[in-house]
């Protein structure tokens, strides 16, 4: 193959620069480092499932994912602050429905060949009409995807989303390339190469960014399963892994290891049934959210390894308007509290019956399987004969937490939950932890009360699938023509705000925090390592190595 050679030409000269051939010495014969950077001669493994495609917009596989990000680049990455930074397009301009970005014009493939509009729009077009694609679900609202020219490509989308840069990050190969039985063409800062029977990445020399950091050569450590990366971590033969934190069996990487955290979209949040009237109503979910001390929650239970966050997006904004508190105000929920159940809805939200009635008490009857409104207490009467008012203390509210009790973090986590909750005068709250098949069984029959849920958002926080009527993570029946509106409104960018506020009013679902991802590395073999939420070689440019 055509570019196999001319890879191996640029990593044969390689190694002569970083011999005495080509580098110049010091007046004691000693060599100078390149790019004035110790280039760094110690091992550094990554893992590689070869029973998976080598077609970096198929592969669905996590191990091959890092291993993808040392080969491919996108249009954009996605940073730590969730905002879109060019890597192969250098401009853009759109209305959020149609877009066209400029590609860069001094991007080459490992090959040699210039990167050209056809090339994107075959990498695209790939995951979008490939519903095996990890990348399938973000083009599934693109109506056309077309080359303007030799380096402009134009996408048009079926509804507005201004934060769709944010989706492309998803890796571009040379069109073509795909076929060869090997790794396709990529333009990233690695090159595969192989010797004899072994596989290593090297120092891409034409590499776009042009200052490549101290790690010039990865061992590629042959995996043939997808869950052996762990256990050849811990043999030392795999050098850096990526790994979820908050999860039913967490990684054990005792020993001398450095835990870099990363920004996530992966939200974990409280969820409720619409067929509880009590729940149902506006004003409970307001005072369940001003109950929780999400600051708490993250640094204990979520192992510190979560941002607290009252909006479902990150980060949070940093509006003081909008009067995000992660802290528990117990004072400010009892009130809330005592209004929502005492006094009735202000909005249809607020009062399931549209009426501004109040009636008893809702609770669920297990053995109908039903909630049940029990007919409300007649008031006792004074020696006058009027009827006194129940005192506001007494407002009653009863209800099960249910978790996936295989996650022992969520567990803790909704125990703790629950405390807050029972500390407010009139609530009960019972946990109902169940393993993770009959906790989604129990979802996916609206079997509950409220849950503790987590999902993986796109990078442009789309949160439709999970509040829009009929959403695919609407468990639990909402549906608000005011929410519609504003998530509309929010995804146009024509009311961001509109919608952070329509959002805290409604507190369709309560969000917790956004766990963080974590990316494990041999201590001391990289220094400056950042990578962001996507990218485990993001800013590889600035890396030292003392090793």
């Known amino acids: 193959m055509k570019w196999k050679k001319r890879v191996l030409a640029a990593f044969l000269a390689s190694l002569c620069l970083l011999s005495a051939c080509g580098l110049a010495g010091g007046e004691d014969g000693e060599q100078e480092p390149v790019d004035n950077v110790k280039v760094s001669d110690a091992y550094f493994g990554l893992a590689w499932y070869q029973n998976g495609t080598l077609n970096p917009v198929l592969d669905s596989t ?8 040392a080969l491919y680049e996108g249009l954009f990455e996605v940073t730590n602050n969730f905002t879109a930074e060019n890597v192969l397009c250098e401009s853009y301009e759109g209305d959020g429905t149609t877009f066209t970005f400029t590609l860069r014009g001094d991007v080459t493939f490992w090959s040699g060949e210039a990167l050209t509009a056809d090339d994107v729009v075959a990498s695209l077009q790939t995951a979008q009409l490939n519903e095996a694609s990890p990348y399938h679900n973000r083009l599934t609202e693109v109506s056309s995807i077309e080359a303007v020219g030799a380096n402009q490509v134009r996408i048009v989308l079926t509804s507005p989303n201004v934060n ?24 990233g800062p690695y090159v595969p190469v192989e010797d004899g029977n072994q596989w290593r990445l090297a120092a891409n020399e034409n590499w776009h960014v042009g200052f490549l950091g101290s790690i010039r050569n990865i061992t590629l450590v042959s995996m043939t399963r997808a869950d052996a990366a ?10 850096l892994l990526r790994a979820a934190r908050i999860d039913p069996n967490p990684p054990n990487v005792g020993g001398s290891v450095d835990t870099i955290q990363t920004a996530s979209a992966s939200l974990h949040y409280l969820g409720f049934n619409y067929g509880n009237p009590d729940l149902a109503n506006a004003g ?10 999400r600051q708490s929650l993250c640094s204990t239970q979520l192992q510190t390894f979560a941002e607290p966050a009252v909006l479902p997006v990150n980060p949070q904004p940093s509006d003081t308007n909008l009067g995000l508190t992660m802290t528990a105000d117990t004072e400010t929920a009892v009130l809330q509290l005592r209004e ?16 501004g009635s109040t009636d008893g008490e809702t609770y669920y009857d297990e053995e109908t399987g039903e909630y049940v409104t029990a007919e409300p207490d007649t008031p006792e009467e004074g020696a006058d004969g009027s009827g006194t008012a129940a005192d506001a203390t007494n407002a009653s509210l009863s209800f099960r937490l249910l978790v996936n009790s295989d996650n022992a973090f969520k567990t803790a986590a909704a125990e703790q939950i629950a405390a807050l909750w029972n500390a407010l005068d009139g609530v009960s709250v019972t946990v109902d932890a169940q393993p993770y098949d ?13 849950y503790y849920g987590e999902t993986q958002l796109t990078a442009d926080f789309d949160l439709r699938p999970l509040l829009s009527s009929g959403g695919s993570l609407n468990y639990g ?10 998530i509309a409104a929010y995804r146009s960018g024509d009311d961001v705000t509109g919608f952070y506020q329509t959002f805290l009013s409604e507190m369709p679902v309560v969000p917790i925090a956004f766990e963080c991802g974590q990316m494990i590395i041999r201590k001391g073999l990289i220094d400056n ?12 440019e600035t890396w030292t190595s003392n090793a």
């Open 230 to 239: 762990m256990s050849s971590f811990q043999t030392g033969d795999v050098s």
């Open 438 to 450: 009959t906790y989604l069984s129990m979802l996916q029959s609206g079997d509950f009360d409220v």
């Open 62 to 69: 996590s191990i091959n994912r890092v291993l993808c990000e």
């Open 529 to 540: 390592y950042a990578p962001s939420p996507y990218n485990a070689f993001a800013n590889l």
């Open 284 to 293: 409970v979910r307001r005072a369940l959210s001003t109950a929780l001390d």
């Open 340 to 355: 929502a159940l005492q006094g009735g809805g202000t909005d249809g939200s607020d009062d399931p019956s549209g009426d």
């Open 164 to 187: 769709f840069p944010r989706l492309l990050d998803i890796p571009i190969f040379r069109e073509g390339s795909a076929d060869s039985g090997d790794f396709a063409d990529g333009t």
């Open 477 to 486: 029946g909402y549906s608000s023509e005011a929410m519609a509106s504003a």
